[in-house]
C-alpha cells in the first residue's frame, strides 16, 4: 500500500473536509481488484492527509505530549467507518443486519475484561489489543479469505494504513502505543496477543452461533476453520462451550 507522498503545499482545510465527509473515504471493492484498489484507495488517503514528518530534533519533546484536540477527533472521525462497516464474511452469507467491525472488537474487549487472571498475563494489555487489532480496516475495509489476497499483502495493507491513521493523530506516545499493539497481534509476539488471537476466532465462531440461531441457518466454515486452531487453555474452554451448545442445537432440529 505504498501511496505517492502529499506536496508541501497541502491545505489541512482539505484533510478536514475529508474526516468530516465519511463519503471522500470510499471503501474499496476488493472482489474487483485487491491490490489496485487498495493502492489507489490509500494514495486518495493520503493526498487529503498532511505527510507527518517531525524533524529529528523534534521527535522527543513530542514523544510525551498528547494529541492535540484537533488530531483526536480527526483520528476518532476516521474511526467512524468501524462503525459501519460491515464484516466481510458476514455479508458474503447474506446475513441479513451484520455485525460491524467495531461490534466484533467491542465483544472481543469484553471477553479480555472478564475473563479469569492467568499467571504471565497483562489483562489490560488483552484488551487495549483487542480495541486496536483490526483499526486499520478503518481505511482498508475488512479483507477475508475469499478476497484472495496474500497474508503478506494484507499486513502490507493494514500497516500502511494504520501508519495514515497514526499519523492523523499527530504521531506521539499514543500513536506509537497503538503502532506497537497492532504489530504485537499481528505477529503473536506476546502471551498477550496468544490469547486475543483466540478471543478473535471465539468472538467470530459465538456470533456465527448466533446468526445460525437467529436466521435458522448452518455456517459450518466458520467453525470448521477454527477447528483446531486455539492456542490458550481459556480460548479451547470457551470454543468447546460455544461448539457444545451448537450440537445441542443441531440435534434438537434433527428430532
Same mark, same amino acid.
Given at each position: 500500500?505504498?501511496?505517492?507522498?502529499?506536496?508541501?503545499?497541502?491545505?489541512?482545510?482539505?484533510?478536514?473536509?475529508?474526516? =468530516?465527509?465519511?463519503q471522500?473515504l470510499h471503501?474499496?471493492? @476488493?472482489?474487483?481488484?485487491?491490490?489496485?484498489?487498495?493502492?489507489?484507495?490509500?494514495?486518495?488517503v493520503?493526498?487529503?492527509i498532511?505527510?507527518?514528518?517531525?524533524?529529528?530534533?523534534?521527535?522527543?519533546?513530542?514523544?510525551t505530549?498528547p494529541?492535540s484536540?484537533?488530531?483526536?477527533?480527526?483520528?476518532? =472521525?476516521l474511526?467512524?467507518?468501524l462503525?459501519?462497516?460491515?464484516?466481510?464474511?458476514?455479508?458474503?452469507?447474506? !446475513?441479513?443486519? #451484520?455485525?460491524? !467491525?467495531?461490534?466484533h472488537m467491542?465483544?472481543?474487549?469484553?471477553?479480555?475484561?472478564?475473563?479469569?487472571?492467568?499467571?504471565?498475563?497483562n $489483562?489490560?494489555?488483552c484488551?487495549?489489543?483487542? !480495541?486496536?487489532?483490526?483499526?486499520a480496516?478503518?481505511?482498508?475495509?475488512?479483507?477475508? #479469505?475469499?478476497d484472495g489476497? #496474500?497474508?503478506?499483502?494484507k499486513?502490507?495493507? +493494514?500497516?500502511?494504513?494504520?501508519?495514515?491513521?497514526?499519523?492523523?493523530l499527530?504521531?506521539?506516545m499514543?500513536?506509537?502505543?497503538i503502532?506497537?499493539?497492532?504489530?504485537?497481534?499481528?505477529?503473536?509476539?506476546?502471551?498477550?496477543?496468544?490469547l486475543?488471537?483466540d478471543?478473535?476466532?471465539v +468472538?467470530?465462531? @459465538?456470533?456465527?452461533?448466533?446468526y445460525?440461531? +437467529?436466521?435458522?441457518r448452518?455456517l459450518?466454515e466458520?467453525?470448521?476453520? *477454527?477447528?483446531?486452531?486455539?492456542? *490458550?487453555?481459556?480460548g479451547?474452554?470457551?470454543?468447546?462451550?460455544i461448539i457444545?451448545? $451448537?450440537?445441542?442445537?443441531?440435534?434438537?432440529k434433527?428430532?
Amino acid at each position: 500500500m505504498e501511496a505517492a507522498n502529499r506536496s508541501s503545499s497541502s491545505s489541512p482545510h482539505t484533510l478536514h473536509r475529508c474526516l =468530516t465527509n465519511p463519503q471522500r473515504l470510499h471503501r474499496p471493492n @476488493l472482489l474487483k481488484s485487491p491490490f489496485n484498489t487498495h493502492d489507489r484507495k490509500l494514495r486518495s488517503v493520503r493526498c487529503q492527509i498532511p505527510k507527518f514528518e517531525p524533524k529529528r530534533s523534534a521527535v522527543n519533546s513530542r514523544a510525551t505530549e498528547p494529541a492535540s484536540s484537533s488530531s483526536s477527533i480527526d483520528f476518532l =472521525t476516521l474511526c467512524h467507518s468501524l462503525k459501519t462497516t460491515k464484516r466481510k464474511g458476514w455479508v458474503n452469507h447474506e !446475513i441479513k443486519g #451484520p455485525e460491524s !467491525i467495531a461490534d466484533h472488537m467491542y465483544r472481543m474487549a469484553l471477553m479480555a475484561l472478564i475473563a479469569g487472571d492467568l499467571p504471565g498475563i497483562n $489483562r489490560e494489555r488483552c484488551i487495549k489489543i483487542a !480495541i486496536v487489532h483490526d483499526i486499520a480496516e478503518a481505511i482498508v475495509g475488512d479483507i477475508t #479469505p475469499s478476497d484472495g489476497v #496474500p497474508k503478506v499483502e494484507k499486513s502490507r495493507l +493494514e500497516q500502511a494504513a494504520l501508519n495514515e491513521m497514526c499519523n492523523v493523530l499527530g504521531g506521539g506516545m499514543r500513536a506509537e502505543e497503538i503502532k506497537e499493539l497492532w504489530r504485537e497481534y499481528e505477529d503473536n509476539a506476546s502471551l498477550e496477543a496468544n490469547l486475543v488471537k483466540d478471543f478473535d476466532k471465539v +468472538e467470530m465462531i @459465538l456470533q456465527a452461533l448466533e446468526y445460525e440461531t +437467529e436466521h435458522d441457518r448452518v455456517l459450518d466454515e466458520f467453525f470448521l476453520s *477454527t477447528a483446531g486452531k486455539f492456542q *490458550t487453555d481459556i480460548g479451547k474452554s470457551w470454543a468447546a462451550e460455544i461448539i457444545s451448545r $451448537r450440537n445441542s442445537r443441531l440435534a434438537k432440529k434433527l428430532n
